[in-house]
């Protein structure tokens, strides 16, 4: 048998408004007749339909998770891990996600979203320097939580520790004889490639050396400068190509292999970020691998605590490993 509002209401002989109040726990009932209803919905598992939870406790039951438009992005392995992570957690809290396509070329959805009470809270899965999201997001009324350190006081994020693995990768390879690295990186707006750019110089500076400047490329991700950079960092001695993800790194290796370049033989090889891109690539990649799954899931329960009153913190996940694989033997 179906249950509804009314027909609890009915069989309990009190209004459907009352019954409403004792299951939202909102309103003025007395303690007797909450006890009453909720021990009959419990004897006949009665759940709430989406539309009657999202009155009764005025929330949509969504969360938005905002993505970049770049149709690019979408095809990386990080972001769909990540949004497996989200959308897995958010199962639990009985929440729905909502993607949202907005970045520094324009943020109409989000705006949209927010200003017709969609959703309840919003991740923002990157972070870029001076960021029409988040700063459209710091004048709303709403809670949200930042994929990357926005190196801003004030913005709550939950971030990997990029700055701290890209450093201790640095200095694996040091230890390993190599000295010598050309470092191919993402475009400068984005956060997470200035945090890697630090990890990279710090590592040779922990290693009494000096990152050679004149070997750092960035904003290669679509460039087309990619086969002369690679051609200039070997002539000029490099012994191993540092990319700051998987992406980069799936290109660099391509080029490689159509200029006759092999890895690791004529030219080492590693990635600041690991995925299925690589783990399965010939030669296998030396990379650094992080758990995406595990922060988009961080930044989920974090959202839902300071829905339930809490207040949001931000926090670095510092677990990461290091595969070591042949592409640096």
């Not at 050309?182 to 750019?197: C, D, F, H, M, Q």
């Not at 009153?309 to 996940?317: D, R």
Request: hydrophobic share 40%; with cysteine; proline share 2%.
């Amino acid at each position: 048998m179906s249950h509804t509002l009314d027909s609890i209401a009915k069989e309990l002989g009190l209004s459907k408004t009352t019954v409403s109040r004792a299951i939202s726990g909102k309103g003025r009932i007395s303690e007797e007749t909450r006890k009453k209803v909720n021990e009959y919905i419990k004897e006949i598992n009665y759940r709430p339909s989406a539309v009657a939870r999202s009155l009764a406790s005025n929330r949509t039951y969504n969360v938005g998770l905002v993505v970049p438009a770049d149709s690019a992005l979408g095809e990386m392995p990080y972001f769909q891990t990540l949004m497996t992570g989200v959308c897995d957690r958010a199962m639990e809290f009985e929440y729905d996600v909502l993607i949202i396509l907005a970045d520094n070329d324009g943020i109409a959805a989000l705006r949209h979203a927010v200003s017709n009470r969609k959703i309840d809270a919003v991740i923002v899965s990157r972070c870029e320097r001076d960021s029409k999201v988040i700063n459209f997001l710091k004048e709303s009324d709403i809670p949200y939580i930042v994929v990357g350190n926005p190196m801003e006081e004030g913005v709550p994020y939950v971030d990997h520790d990029n700055e701290g693995a890209a450093s201790r990768m640095i200095e694996t390879l040091i230890d390993a004889g190599i000295t010598r690295m050309a470092l191919i990186g993402g475009g400068e707006n984005i956060n997470v490639t200035l945090s890697r750019l630090e990890g990279f110089k710090k590592g040779f500076i922990n290693k009494g050396l000096k990152a050679d400047e004149s070997l750092i490329f960035l904003n290669m991700h679509k460039s087309a400068r990619m086969d002369s950079v690679l051609k200039e960092s070997i002539a000029e001695g490099a012994e191993c190509i540092v990319c700051m993800d998987d992406m980069l790194c799936n290109s660099v290796l391509n080029c490689l292999h159509n200029d006759g370049i092999s890895v690791p033989e004529d030219i080492k090889l590693c990635s600041f970020y690991d995925s299925n891109l690589l783990s399965t690539s010939k030669p296998s990649i030396t990379s650094l691998y992080f758990d995406a799954k595990k922060l988009g899931g961080q930044c989920l329960e974090i959202l839902m605590r300071n829905l339930d009153g809490e207040s949001i913190t931000s926090q670095t996940l510092t677990d990461f490993n290091i595969q070591m694989r042949d592409s640096t033997l």
